[in-house]
């Protein structure tokens, strides 16, 4: 089952002439973890908000959970911590999840039976008497998180969860992620911190200046590079030089060396004249590009088309 669909979605702001989102078409099945990333003023936001009712499209269309975005029974499935939220600081934790899964409509007794359990899960079960005024950045978003759970719902949007979190910090995001995830929760992040978005996320696509330019599972935008890093037990010189015959190129460190090779029968070629000059071999390995040097390349290719 598809968790949301969009067509063509389009949204032009008219009072800044500036095109936030152009044609855009993306699908995502239920149970995933899926990232929307971009740079800054991609359109992330734009879409998410029109995902929810916020906005709307200046042309068209989309689905959640199978139904048009004018259901409003399908907003009691979705659960939403917007970015940059501002709660108001006098409230205490708790008192936090209470007001807005009122808000949302929960009755008294959901609530009562939700909190603890998703409180644990962030774990904030200690800070729920505690004014928020007290929280760090990672508390908040972790309590934002729970915010977004008390209606159940089974989608869950997230715009920038991690930003401005410390490494632990996202690391316990993270964690509670996974959780929901196993829980069949489908996950929308927004994001701009790909790193983050390479742990977690099963199927992810690129936005750049309203345009989808790319889009799949981690892996496939990951795909192996050319490049082999060899660490030996030292190579001298005179060897290296031996070996730029079957390289496209050839890096030399000091116990290790980097060859682009145009196939795996030059690495095999390349072993072969290391163990030919006695060169010991303590491993090999394949260069994996990472999901942010795969991000600037294509950004890049978009700005020469
Ligand atoms: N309410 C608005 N009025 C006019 N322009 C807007 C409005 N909201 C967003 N924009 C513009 O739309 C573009 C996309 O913004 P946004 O969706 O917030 O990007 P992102 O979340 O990827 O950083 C930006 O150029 C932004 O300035
Ligand atoms: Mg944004």
């Given at each position: 089952m598809l968790a949301l669909e969009t067509q063509d979605l389009t949204k032009i702001f008219r009072s800044g002439k500036?095109?936030?989102?152009?044609?855009v078409s993306l699908a995502v099945d239920t149970g995933h973890i899926f990232g929307l990333l971009g740079p800054n003023g991609a359109g992330k936001t734009t879409l998410i908000k029109i995902l929810l009712g916020i906005l709307y499209p200046t042309s068209g269309s989309a689905r959640i959970l199978e139904h048009p975005?004018?259901?409003?029974?399908?907003?009691?499935?979705i659960g939403y911590l917007p970015e940059n939220h501002r709660y108001?600081?006098?409230?205490k934790g708790g008192q936090v999840l209470d007001y807005f899964a009122r808000l949302s409509g929960v009755s008294m007794q959901d609530i009562q039976k939700r909190k603890p359990a998703l409180l644990e899960m962030v774990n904030l079960l200690e800070w729920q008497n505690t004014k928020i005024k007290k929280y760090s950045k990672g508390m908040l978003q972790r309590l934002g998180m729970a915010q977004a759970m008390m209606n159940d719902p089974d989608i869950l949007f997230l715009d920038e969860p991690t930003d401005g979190v410390d490494p632990i910090g996202r690391r316990a995001i993270r964690d509670v992620l996974r959780r929901l995830q196993s829980e069949g929760k489908t996950i929308f992040i927004n994001s701009h911190l790909l790193s983050e978005v390479e742990m977690i996320c099963d199927q992810v696509a690129i936005l750049d200046k309203g345009r989808l330019v790319s889009s799949g599972t981690v892996e496939e935008l990951t795909s192996p590079s050319k490049k082999y890093r060899f660490q030996t037990v030292g190579i001298p010189d005179d060897v290296v030089a031996k070996l730029k015959p079957f390289a496209l190129k050839i890096e030399h460190y000091n116990n290790s060396l980097e060859a682009t090779c145009a196939n795996f029968y030059s690495v095999n070629d390349i072993i072969d004249c290391l163990r030919a000059n006695n060169v010991v071999i303590k491993s090999i390995v394949p260069h994996k590009r990472t999901l942010e040097e795969s991000f600037i390349e294509i950004l890049k290719k978009d700005v020469i088309n």
């Open positions: 500036v095109t936030a989102l152009d044609g975005l004018n259901n409003i029974q399908v907003k009691e499935k108001p600081e006098f409230l």
